[in-house]
């Protein structure tokens, strides 16, 4: 499974090389079980095989439902949690494998945002020293003063008054805090940000703000974006390309418009389908695909492919000897000549929305 | 667990079975003679709840009234802290001792506020009953799930025997979609997964065929596909009960599919009330107009900016006079803040809280006319990195910023106390 595989994810931008480039990228984590010794007895297989290139000044989504692996990947391609298996290559250079010591260059160069602004603050640090720490970490103040500026200009930079900077965390809004984790993660000028939910613990009147941030300081920093949430609504409006994930793997990608007018696997069909659009007439005018059951352990994934246990189309549209082909094979995530590409034997565009 | 479970939703599949079953437990010789039929469900006037604390009074509630018709599902909305829950929790008498309840709450005409929790166990489960937010922490984890629903049964019919209450048992957990119920109603909520157990726990909701269903965020601890089951078991639920709901949520995609009528509340009061398709496509509050802007669109092939909301809610301890919204709004006039504006008639059976209704009714839904989509670049007005080259700094975007405050020093905040005034409150 290592080999790499067809799961080149290209885009409008095939031609330039990828940013970040992920291939056969494995996180398992051991299940110990026994009395005093511990022993081994399986693995929750969190992210299995997973491929996904990042471009660019791009934003790739990355979409699914809690348990599915998504900040599983995140972590794995920032070293965080180092991947059981597989590679990620940034800007040609390999991550997987790398210590501590061999990373910290390349930590300028890729940064996170976490969910939770509550937590992935240093309540005991005022703001300041919150996003100055990087700079110290990484040998790039100057002196003093220097670095007062930095921290005052990377604070405006996310619309931020810099004159609250010797305030604690816990002065500032969970849209504030958030807007701190975004300053402290530019702090070091990275070439990629992995967003790892940033707003979903944010109310949206000011989850909207946030979102406005983040587009505008691609923009002006020509950042690239893995941008990791479970709201497809946020995913559609920020990403330019989105790729779907089902119990650790991609079952499909697409550009933004494609994937949500002509979304192909059933899943993806299904997750569209199931979100309530903010529109009552609409919303009542809806056809919902509803699919039964919840998501499988990811210690002890159904055979073939992943998604069958629930899939609509397995339950109801196809035969015997098709479904035996979901049992064994498990299908690869490739072009079945709907434009772009998708894990499922029998893809067909749909639309749902 | 297993995922077989029933193709589509097991619920209307069995749905039709079950109605005689529910109807058949004879509940209406059960309920209270003193209600009167003809008043309304539920009329809820004037419901103010005030929290001691260190701090000072937290005034949660300011005044909420609503009247709940039969079979009518009300939307409550508001973004966290803006006492919805703490509404529907002083309506089923569920507030800690220390809360001070004033107002009036009535079912069928019936006062409950000053009820006992005794005789309001009569009514919760049978008149009203609730569905909590997390299913983990709703149901009892030492009992199992059949004897949980068979004890809200029992309860409310003492003349009901075990067996005849464990058949309804089994046939709740059908009706909402369980597989395999008659096995598993001898399981405990831990085998169950979240969104199995809050099928339970509307199943226990529904059993006593109540009036009114108050759900609380009943699927924002679920993901989507569950959430899209649950909300179809929900509709179920409804039919077969009869029920009126009042349904709470900061999901204004859920209230879109499900509600009648829409309350929107702001920091602790209804703002405005109206009709579904009112509220969404002719707002006439600022506060709603701009809740509706922040959404960005599933549904939306272009991109359009979105409109937050500048600031943060108010704090709900010692309140300025004047309508609560005006810090955050676009539309403030000195006048917004003389006095907190009562709901006032914008149309059929539609008010707002708002003395400018007629500059938000021009925006037609748009939040972007009244909004103001330019609030972030304003605040992303500074000079770019300077070590980073390769931005292009953009120019021309930091109209109307407003210069940095006369810079004190920044050690003048050192040691101060009180909320934050978030930057962005300094707008003139």
């Known amino acids: ?353 | 667990m297993s995922t077989s479970g029933t193709p589509g939703s097991g619920a209307s599949a069995t749905g039709a079975t079950s109605v005689e079953v529910l109807s058949s437990g004879g509940n209406t010789a059960h309920r209270p003679s003193d209600f009167d039929p003809a008043a309304p469900l539920l009329s809820v006037t004037d419901l103010n709840v005030r929290f001691p604390t260190e701090d000072g009074l937290v005034h949660a509630v300011r005044g909420v009234d609503y009247t709940l018709r039969p079979g009518e599902v009300l939307g409550i909305v508001g973004e966290s802290g803006s006492g919805k829950s703490v509404t529907s929790l002083a309506v089923m008498g569920l507030l800690p001792e220390s809360a001070r309840v004033t107002g009036s709450v009535r079912y069928r005409g019936h006062e409950l506020l000053d009820q006992r929790d005794r005789e309001m166990s009569r009514i919760r489960g049978r008149g009203i009953s609730m569905i909590f937010q997390d299913p983990m922490t709703s149901l009892d984890p030492v009992y199992r799930v059949g004897d949980q629903i068979e004890e809200t049964l029992r309860i409310h019919d003492k003349d009901l025997s075990s067996r005849a209450a464990r058949a309804r048992a089994v046939e709740l957990l059908e009706l909402v979609g369980i597989p395999q119920a008659g096995a598993r109603v001898r399981s405990y909520p831990h085998e169950f997964s979240g969104g199995m157990r809050q099928r339970v726990v509307i199943a226990i909701a529904m059993a006593n065929q109540p009036d009114v269903i108050i759900a609380d965020e009943p699927t924002t601890a679920l993901d989507v596909t569950v959430q899209a089951q649950i909300l179809e078991v929900l509709q179920t639920a409804l039919q077969e009960t009869g029920s009126a709901m009042v349904l709470i949520t900061h999901d204004l995609g859920i209230v879109a599919g499900m509600a009648d009528r829409v309350l929107v509340m702001y920091a602790g009061r209804p703002v405005e009330v109206g009709g579904v398709e009112d509220i969404y496509y002719e707002p006439r509050m600022p506060y709603t107009l701009g809740l509706l802007g922040s959404l960005p669109r599933l549904d939306s092939t272009t991109r359009e900016r979105l409109t937050p909301i500048a600031g943060s809610p108010p704090s709900l301890v010692n309140m300025p006079p004047g309508c609560p919204f005006a810090p955050r709004c676009p539309l403030h006039i000195a006048e917004c803040d003389a006095a907190e504006p009562p709901l006032l008639d914008v149309g059929l059976d539609h008010t707002a809280a708002c003395i400018r209704t007629e500059q938000v009714e021009r925006a037609h839904g748009r939040a972007a006319a009244v909004f103001d989509t330019a609030s972030t670049d304003l605040v992303l007005g500074g000079s770019p990195l300077p070590a980073d080259a390769a931005a292009a700094p953009v120019e021309g975007e930091d109209d109307g910023r407003p210069g940095p405050p006369a810079a004190a020093a920044p050690d003048a905040f050192r040691g101060e106390t009180g909320t934050v005034t978030t930057p962005r409150g300094d707008r003139p």
Do not use: W
């Open chain 1, 1 to 353: 499974m290592s080999a790499p595989t067809t799961g080149r994810t290209s885009g409008t931008d095939g031609a330039r090389e990828p940013i970040l480039s992920v291939r056969g990228l494995k996180k398992h984590f051991p299940i110990k079980g026994g009395g005093l010794i511990k022993r081994t007895v399986g693995a929750v297989r969190a992210v299995d095989g997973l491929d996904l290139d990042l471009h660019p000044g791009e934003v790739l989504g990355l979409v699914g439902e809690s348990g599915c692996g998504k900040s599983t990947t995140g972590r794995a391609i920032l070293n965080l949690q180092p991947a059981t298996e597989g590679s990620v290559r940034f800007q040609g250079r390999e991550i997987v494998g790398l210590g501590r010591k061999q990373m910290r260059p390349l930590r300028r160069d890729i940064q996170i945002v976490f969910q939770d602004p509550y937590a992935s603050l240093n309540p005991r640090l005022p703001v300041f020293d919150i996003v100055a720490e990087p700079l110290i970490v990484h040998g790039l103040t100057r002196d003093e003063q220097h670095l007062r500026a930095r921290v005052r200009e990377l604070v405006e930079l996310v619309g931020l008054n810099p004159e609250h900077t010797n305030r604690y965390p816990a002065e500032f809004s969970g849209g504030q805090r958030q807007r701190i984790g975004i300053a402290r993660a530019l702090a070091l000028e990275p070439k990629v940000l992995v967003l790892d939910e940033p707003v979903s613990a944010l109310d949206v009147s000011i989850q909207a703000g946030v979102i406005n941030l983040l587009e505008d300081l691609k923009d002006r920093l020509g950042l690239s974006y893995l941008f990791i949430a479970h709201d497809l609504s946020v995913v559609r409006h920020i990403s330019d390309r989105i790729a779907v994930m089902y119990l650790g793997r991609i079952i499909e990608v697409a550009e933004r418009d494609e994937l949500f007018e002509r979304p192909a696997h059933p899943y993806t069909q299904a997750l569209l389908s199931a979100i309530p659009l903010p529109d009552p007439r609409r919303e009542r005018a809806r056809q919902r695909i509803i699919i039964s059951g919840d998501v499988p352990s990811p210690a002890n994934p159904p055979s073939g492919c992943r998604f069958r246990t629930r899939c609509q189309k397995f339950a109801h549209q196809l035969d015997d000897t098709q479904r035996q082909r979901c049992i064994d094979v498990e299908p690869e995530l490739e072009d079945r000549g709907v434009g772009h590409l998708n894990a499922c034997h029998y893809a067909e565009a749909a639309r749902v929305l």
